[in-house]
């Protein structure tokens, strides 16, 4: 009962999908259609449990006073406000939804992923010394990358950019492509475990 | 203490700017924008009351932000509405429904450790749709895709000719590029699959080649990097130009 019929769930649901790829007559075109629906809306609450399990964890850490529990307090309001506006009063264009969205979130979204050209620019130099043909090869590329989508690098010479267009189109590209196909055989194996109930890590521990 | 004494400073510095009449509507934003936006920059000096604060406001909106989206753009549409509509309408297929909905609530059971395991059935319609999905899309969106577009010739059409006219000119060397493109390509994905073929030892023949196949994804990733570099770079440039621009007026 614990284990059987979530794997049971898991086949059909999969196998459902998997099927109406080979198989698009209705009889199966249309149940998976609606399992497709089902699990966009189990998906949806899945969002919701994971920021209940957020809010309910700081909302411990304020409750015992524990440290940094004034953080977890400004979390947890702006959590509810930001959620509260959303829900209430609608995410649409002009609203207090979108103005927090706009002057809250993005700026601090683009400010936290911009302060990566600082971490990001340290380790490169710990981290690339030219030991080794490898070590070089990347070292060289990145540079090159650099400096061809910079002004500055079409001063050093004119057909950097082109240069650079062609690294990433040519080598990067087949290097892409071989990790592409690599990642999707190894998506595909997967699925295929999970749908066959040869892996149920998911299930969690009894 | 110090911390208090920091954040009461911004607030001050906030306050100070409301009630001076310095802002009109239009550009409070812009100083919760750049207040933010310093806060969050203010972890260069070092890790800050500041910064925490920020961050954790920063984690608080997003929670709430993907929230309130999952309500509007799933919740409504696809289980409030067409509910509300069956059970006027008493419909059943609409009613089928309260199925999803009731896998949904399960999920919550996780809550509850006696009742925990319920929540395995919504995890196993979920996981198992996802991983259906997952096959299908990796199968026609990366595997063939990909092999399908890799299937070219293997001298690209006109490339010799185009060398032979560039000869001894300034174009010589990209001539030269545009005949390796192809064979590069092809040649290219094929030692990093050999690259990423285990099942025999990396030794000799098969040593070599991968060994190639590694240098491929030497490039792959230094073009990456250089890739993120410059794109977290103009990330950069743009809070910079804000803060000059839109917040201090400096630049215009």
């Given at each position: 009962?614990?284990?059987e019929?979530?794997?049971?769930?898991?086949?059909?649901?999969?196998?459902l999908?998997?099927?109406?790829l080979?198989?698009?007559?209705?009889?199966?075109?249309?149940?998976?259609?609606?399992?497709?629906?089902?699990?966009?809306?189990?998906?949806?609450?899945a969002?919701v449990?994971?920021?209940?399990?957020?809010?309910?964890?700081?909302?411990?850490t304020?409750?015992?006073?524990?440290?940094?529990?004034?953080?977890?307090?400004?979390?947890?309001?702006?959590?509810?406000?930001?959620?509260?506006?959303?829900?209430?009063?609608?995410?649409?264009?002009?609203?207090?939804?979108?103005?927090?969205?706009?002057?809250?979130?993005?700026?601090?979204?683009?400010?936290?992923?911009?302060?990566?050209?600082f971490?990001?620019?340290?380790?490169?130099?710990?981290?690339?010394?030219?030991?080794?043909?490898?070590?070089?090869?990347?070292?060289?590329?990145?540079?090159?990358?650099?400096?061809?989508?910079?002004?500055?690098?079409?001063?050093l010479?004119?057909?950097?950019?082109?240069?650079?267009?062609?690294?990433?189109?040519?080598?990067n590209?087949?290097?892409?492509?071989?990790?592409?196909?690599?990642?999707?055989?190894?998506?595909?194996?997967?699925?295929?475990?999970?749908?066959?109930?040869?892996?149920?890590?998911?299930?969690?521990?009894? | 203490?110090?911390?208090?004494?920091l954040?009461?400073?911004?607030?001050?510095?906030?306050?100070f700017?409301?009630?001076?009449?310095?802002?009109s509507?239009?550009?409070?934003?812009?100083?919760?924008?750049?207040?933010?936006?310093?806060?969050?920059?203010?972890?260069?000096?070092?890790?800050?009351?500041i910064?925490?604060?920020?961050?954790?406001?920063?984690?608080?909106?997003?929670?709430?932000?993907f929230?309130a989206?999952?309500?509007?753009?799933?919740?409504?549409?696809?289980?409030?509405?067409?509910?509300?509509?069956?059970?006027?309408?008493?419909?059943?297929?609409?009613?089928?429904?309260?199925?999803?909905?009731?896998?949904?609530?399960?999920l919550?059971?996780?809550?509850?450790?006696?009742?925990?395991?319920?929540?395995?059935?919504?995890?196993?319609?979920?996981?198992?749709?996802y991983?259906?999905?997952?096959?299908?899309g990796?199968?026609?969106?990366?595997?063939?895709?990909?092999?399908?577009?890799?299937?070219?010739?293997f001298?690209?059409?006109?490339?010799?000719?185009?060398?032979?006219?560039?000869?001894?000119?300034?174009?010589?060397?990209?001539a030269?590029?545009?005949?390796?493109?192809?064979?590069?390509?092809v040649?290219?994905?094929?030692?990093?699959?050999?690259?990423?073929?285990?099942?025999?030892e990396h030794?000799?023949?098969?040593?070599?080649?991968?060994?190639?196949?590694?240098?491929?994804?030497?490039?792959?990733?230094?073009?990456?990097?250089?890739?993120?570099?410059?794109?977290?770079?103009?990330?950069?440039?743009?809070?910079?130009?804000?803060?000059?621009?839109?917040?201090?007026?400096?630049?215009?």
């Amino acid at each position: 009962m614990r284990t059987e019929i979530p794997v049971a769930i898991a086949f059909v649901a999969g196998m459902l999908m998997v099927v109406s790829l080979f198989v698009p007559h209705p009889f199966i075109a249309e149940p998976a259609a609606v399992m497709r629906s089902w699990a966009i809306i189990i998906t949806a609450f899945a969002y919701v449990l994971g920021v209940a399990n957020i809010a309910r964890i700081s909302l411990h850490t304020v409750k015992k006073r524990t440290t940094d529990w004034q953080y977890k307090g400004a979390l947890v309001v702006a959590l509810v406000a930001m959620a509260g506006v959303g829900v209430s009063r609608g995410i649409q264009t002009g609203g207090l939804f979108d103005w927090a969205y706009l002057n809250m979130y993005v700026p601090m979204q683009a400010t936290m992923f911009s302060l990566l050209a600082f971490f990001i620019a340290s380790a490169a130099y710990r981290a690339f010394r030219a030991r080794s043909v490898e070590a070089t090869l990347l070292l060289v590329v990145a540079v090159v990358v650099m400096l061809g989508r910079v002004p500055v690098g079409e001063k050093l010479w004119p057909g950097l950019p082109a240069f650079t267009e062609w690294i990433m189109e040519v080598p990067n590209m087949a290097a892409k492509r071989g990790i592409m196909i690599g990642a999707a055989l190894g998506a595909i194996s997967t699925g295929l475990k999970m749908i066959l109930g040869i892996e149920r890590s998911y299930l969690g521990s009894d | 203490m110090t911390k208090y004494i920091l954040i009461g400073v911004v607030i001050a510095l906030m306050v100070f700017a409301v009630a001076s009449g310095r802002l009109s509507g239009a550009s409070f934003g812009t100083w919760i924008a750049a207040m933010l936006t310093l806060a969050i920059f203010s972890f260069l000096y070092k890790d800050n009351p500041i910064y925490k604060f920020a961050e954790h406001i920063f984690i608080g909106l997003s929670a709430g932000y993907f929230v309130a989206l999952e309500y509007w753009n799933v919740f409504v549409p696809n289980l409030w509405n067409p509910l509300l509509e069956s059970f006027r309408t008493v419909s059943p297929s609409g009613l089928m429904l309260l199925v999803p909905f009731a896998l949904g609530l399960l999920l919550f059971a996780r809550f509850f450790p006696k009742i925990a395991w319920l929540s395995r059935w919504s995890m196993a319609a979920m996981i198992g749709s996802y991983a259906g999905l997952a096959i299908i899309g990796a199968l026609q969106g990366d595997l063939l895709a990909q092999i399908r577009a890799n299937m070219i010739p293997f001298l690209s059409p006109g490339s010799l000719t185009g060398l032979k006219a560039a000869a001894g000119g300034n174009a010589f060397f990209f001539a030269i590029l545009e005949v390796l493109r192809n064979p590069l390509i092809v040649i290219g994905l094929l030692v990093t699959l050999v690259y990423f073929f285990f099942s025999r030892e990396h030794k000799g023949g098969l040593g070599a080649v991968s060994r190639v196949g590694v240098w491929f994804l030497m490039i792959s990733f230094g073009a990456s990097f250089g890739y993120t570099v410059m794109s977290r770079v103009s990330l950069l440039i743009g809070r910079l130009h804000f803060l000059m621009s839109d917040w201090l007026g400096i630049i215009h």
